[in-house]
T-cell receptor, first 110, second 115 residues
Framework: AQSVTQPDIHITVSEGASLELRCNYS??????LFWYVQSPGQGLQLLLK??????LVQGIKGFEAEFKRSQSSFNLRKPSVHWSDAAEYFC????????FGTGTKLQVIP | NAGVTQTPKFQVLKTGQSMTLQCAQD?????MYWYRQDPGMGLRLIYY???????DKGEVPNGYNVSRLNKREFSLRLESAAPSQTSVYFC??????????????FGSGTRLTVV
């Protein structure tokens, strides 16, 4: 069965600092991988996705993620965090029936 | 450009009452989904519909039923609400392109409280 682990429940970073959110997955074949962002009281918005090809994918809002098959990881990164990036971030895997991780809540301090 | 619209946004039910959550999308997507979101548990799939006329159970289907009314609309029904169904419910849609998943478009959610 497919699964996703986000080991960090809560992360705090200073504005302007770099960010990396961790995601590990389990999937039987070549994985479809996603990162979503959820602002308080809102639905989820797709940040980026990976299926095949270049293992470094670019998304919206300046985010990128790197697929590492050997480590079963798909970590999300941003070089310089802005206060507006404070939100909850979900990693997900799957084609039609997508499984989500439990999320990482990002706090940004001035 | 509405995307995925869910109604109602908020609802309080008494234990044993029934209700239907409505979802409609205007993107001509074939696939639609219902998830519930609970603190610390992420999103869990309740039911999905790969295309008009088909529905399948997800991870947590007990206590729910669904209807894919047409290509646009996918409703979720609670026949006899229980406090354990207190949650935020999200509807989503997707349209695979050339066999590739393009990800979901989500609605803004329905916050349901069962007392």
């Amino acid at each position: 069965a497919q699964s996703v682990t986000q080991p960090d429940i809560h992360i705090t970073v200073s504005e302007g600092a770099s960010l990396e959110l961790r995601c590990n997955y389990s999937y039987g074949a070549t994985p479809y991988l996603f990162w979503y962002v959820q602002s308080p009281g809102q639905g989820l918005q797709l940040l980026l996705k990976y299926f095949s090809g270049d293992t470094l994918v670019q998304g919206i809002k300046g985010f990128e993620a790197e697929f590492k098959r050997s480590q079963s990881s798909f970590n999300l990164r941003k070089p310089s965090v802005h206060w507006s990036d404070a939100a909850e971030y979900f990693c997900a895997v799957g084609y039609q029936k997508v499984t989500f991780g439990t999320g990482t809540k990002l706090q940004v301090i001035p | 450009n509405a995307g995925v619209t869910q109604t109602p946004k908020f609802q309080v039910l008494k234990t044993g009452q029934s209700m239907t959550l409505q979802c409609a999308q205007d993107m001509n997507h074939n696939s639609m989904y219902w998830y519930r979101q609970d603190p610390g548990m992420g999103l869990r799939l309740i039911y999905y519909s790969a295309s008009e006329g088909t529905t399948d159970k997800g991870e947590v289907p007990n206590g729910y039923n669904v209807s894919r009314l047409n290509k646009r609309e996918f409703s979720l029904r609670l026949e006899s609400a229980a406090p354990s169904q207190t949650s935020v419910y999200f509807c989503a849609s997707s349209e695979p392109l050339a066999g590739r998943s393009e990800g979901y478009t989500f609605g803004s959610g329905t916050r349901l409280t069962v007392v």
